[in-house]
């Protein structure tokens, strides 16, 4: 016998500020989760499962339309055409929307009560699956201890949302532990609410497959879900499948010893062009870190609307549509240079000066507050916010704004020699 075990299926969940990325396959992303959810469907049919257990946030809260219902209805039919059951427990995201409860499923689907566990037994199959749906969107008891006894001489299945003790990025709804989990006595628990695919444990098997189609930077590398394999003597095992149609990927370039702007571009493509191995024949969504001490820091830091267009085009020219860069970073430092003088000496100084002054950095930092306001949406908001009470968020500014200014002066001064 197999099943299927997945989670976090996340269906058109709705698009975050890609728009304000340039260039960004806005379309092809909207249309991933569902395409990812295909190929499960595909997926199940192809291995004749018996059932497909989804653990979690198959929706994203409230549709747009009901043209994400009537979707989701035309792909569960595929799966009721070849007999195979599909049984949910609905996650916080799910709790979140009040039309999505609302449904009405197909014969094949069934969604876990809310209000306490529930066991379905699946008789011609030996099978016995345990479950409980989030009631609200933040759960914080642990659900598990009132999960019910296993069924005796049954394969018996847990289906639970939770995060366990706690994973980083992940909010702590339905807290519990491993040995709760084990208590139970059942023989696989199919966990939801991780997007990072995890084997927990393997006595017995506690699994997160992960989301099925990562959504954005945080959510990188292969996604999919657990086929899961049963045999005669009813020992278990379990593989990762892949189902995801776009990958997001952060691509670290150490620019250590460049000396040029095409010797930076050389090394920018040579690590994409790994990326692109890794990944192929999927399209990979990048955001490009830039690190280590180059004669270009200047170069690059002084005009970064000019970096990041030489960057992104040539991306574009060497891969074409196989990769699209989401964000560029520069943390890249200067190799040692002569000692400045003039003006360029003394703007370093003064810089040198505010960088270890963490109250001038805070009286900088009011100052630059109602400049905050007049900012696109993306830079008051997410990772990347301003923040003007954190100096050492502050110090980043500044050195930019160093940069930018050593630029300017340099070609004013090459100006001055070259009238």
């Known amino acids: 016998m197999k099943f299927i075990h997945a989670a976090d299926i996340h269906l058109d969940s709705p698009l975050r500020r890609l728009e304000a990325y340039e260039g960004m396959p806005v379309e092809e992303i909207r249309q991933a989760s569902r395409r990812a959810f295909e190929n499960l469907i595909d997926l199940a049919l192809g291995e004749s499962v018996a059932f497909v257990l989804i653990a979690g946030d198959l929706f994203d809260g409230d549709w747009k339309d009901y043209n994400t219902g009537l979707y989701f209805i035309r792909q569960v039919r595929r799966l009721d055409d070849a007999g195979i059951r599909l049984l949910i427990v609905s996650g916080n995201h799910d709790a979140a929307g009040q039309v999505t409860r609302m449904l009405p499923y197909p014969d094949n689907t069934h969604v876990f009560s809310a209000k306490k566990p529930e066991t379905i037994i699946i008789d011609d199959l030996n099978v016995a699956i345990h479950g409980q749906s989030f009631l609200k969107p933040a759960v914080k008891d642990n659900l598990t201890r009132r999960y019910p006894e ?77 086929l899961v394999t049963v045999d005669d003597s009813a020992s278990i095992t379990h593989e990762n499948r892949t189902l995801d149609v776009i990958r997001w990927e952060a691509v670290t370039v150490s620019l250590t010893g460049t000396s040029t702007e095409p010797e930076c571009l050389a090394r920018l493509e040579d690590t994409l062009d790994a990326a692109v191995r890794q990944h192929e024949p999927l399209p990979v969504i990048t955001r490009i870190i830039f690190t280590g001490a180059t004669k270009a820091h200047e170069q690059i830091t002084g005009n970064p609307a000019h970096w990041k267009q030489v960057v992104r085009s040539s991306a574009l020219a060497r891969f074409g549509e196989t990769v699209w860069i989401e964000k560029i970073k520069v943390k890249t430092r200067p190799m040692s240079t002569p000692a400045e003088t003039g003006p360029m000496r003394e703007l370093g100084q003064l810089v040198s000066d505010l960088k270890a002054d963490d109250n001038a950095l805070l009286d900088l930092g009011q100052e630059l507050s109602t400049l905050l306001q007049k900012l696109p949406v993306e830079y008051r908001q997410g990772e990347d916010v301003l923040q003007i009470d954190d100096p050492a968020r502050l110090r980043k500014i500044v050195d930019q704004a160093h940069a930018v200014l050593k630029s300017m002066l340099a070609k004013e001064a090459a100006a001055d020699e070259n009238p």
Do not use: M
Request: glycine share 12%; net charge negative.
């Open 150 to 226: 296993p069924v005796a001489g049954y394969l018996n299945i847990g289906l639970l949302h939770t995060s366990l003790t706690g994973r980083e990025g992940h909010e702590s709804y339905a807290p519990c532990t491993i040995e709760d989990l084990q208590n139970r006595g059942y023989d696989y628990w199919a966990l939801g609410h991780v997007h990072q695919a995890e084997v927990i444990c393997d006595t017995p098997p506690i699994v997160f497959p992960g989301c099925i189609q990562g959504r954005h930077i945080r959510e990188s590398g292969i996604k999919g879900c657990v």
